[in-house]
């Protein structure tokens, strides 16, 4: 039966938000992540914003990775995220075909490393990192989440992160990736670059949002299906497929409200254990 996700923003929601825009809020803009770049290119392209409440107790913290095939785009931070009682961290990096995907990887594990280490500082929660983004910036998440050896070469765990929510990210090899081997787009490859070739039973909480399966670019839901398959398969016991009805690849808005919903619901079950 084909899965229609119906959402709604309850009032509860609503006047939380209300609440949490009354705090103070800051933003820094372009903060580079990476020590020691290899690169004018590398300098440039590797910087950060982060926004975050001034005061208060330490907030979890959600770094986004903007989408764009890694061959383009720009950081951003979604303005719907933001004033909503967390720490907002919008990532820039390299793009294909400057660098190589495996650096555009390495990238985003700089980021993360950076975060964890400076997230007292913007009043972030250390314990509590969760990996966003929309399509490439999807792919990016999963694979930090997936691939372990990643964010291991930058000093980290990847189970440390709490929680892994991309936006209609590719699940079999990303065809920027296959692109490098000389494979076409629309056949499909499962190898290293794909975050299905790394499911594994103890990764953090994954949801999954994508669009329409019929709207969607590529076979994108099905892609995502079949990643939920396998980490149910081989044993993760907390992995969910939301599919929103009526929208296509570009179903960013609708997910943010999801986003968040599903991030109380990760931090909640957290508490309890």
């Known amino acids: 039966m084909r899965t229609v996700l119906l959402f709604f923003i309850s009032l509860s929601t609503f006047f939380n938000a209300r609440s949490q825009d009354a705090q103070a809020y800051k933003t820094v803009e372009n903060l580079s992540y990476v020590d020691k770049p290899a690169s004018d ?31 383009g785009g720009q950081k951003e931070i979604p303005a719907f995220l933001k004033a909503k009682g967390y720490v907002i961290v919008g990532v ?24 964890l280490k400076h997230a007292e500082k913007y009043n972030g929660d250390s314990n509590k990192i969760f990996l966003s983004g929309h399509s490439a910036g999807g792919y990016l998440a999963l694979m930090l989440g997936l ?14 992160l709490i929680g892994i929510i991309p936006f209609s990210g590719q699940t079999v090899t990303h065809f920027t990736a296959r692109k490098e081997q000389g494979i076409d787009e629309k056949q499909p490859t499962i190898d290293a670059w794909a975050p299905l070739f790394w499911v594994r039973k103890d990764a953090a909480p994954i949801v999954l949002l994508t669009g329409d399966r019929e709207k969607e670019m590529l076979g994108r839901y099905e892609e995502n299906a079949y990643l939920k ?33 599903e991030v109380k619901r990760i931090l909640k079950q957290k508490n309890a254990a």
Not at 52 to 68: D, L, Q, R, S
Not at 102 to 113: H, L, R
Not at 147 to 160: I, T
Request: hydrophobic share 35%.
């Open 229 to 261: 398959r396998m980490l149910t398969i081989v044993g993760h016991t907390d992995v969910k497929l939301l599919e929103f009805d009526g929208y296509g690849h570009d179903m960013v808005y609708p997910g943010l409200p999801v986003l968040l919903d």
């Open 147 to 160: 691939n372990k050896r990643y964010l291991k070469e930058e000093g980290m765990d990847a189970d440390q």
């Open 92 to 115: 820039g990096y390299r793009f294909a075909p400057q660098v190589k995907v495996e650096d555009i990887i390495q990238d985003a594990a700089k980021s993360v490393s950076f975060v």
């Open 41 to 71: 290119y590398q300098r440039t392209q590797c910087k950060l914003d982060i926004h975050y409440p001034v005061a208060g107790e330490k907030k979890p913290i959600i770094i986004w990775y903007h989408g764009g095939g890694l061959t």
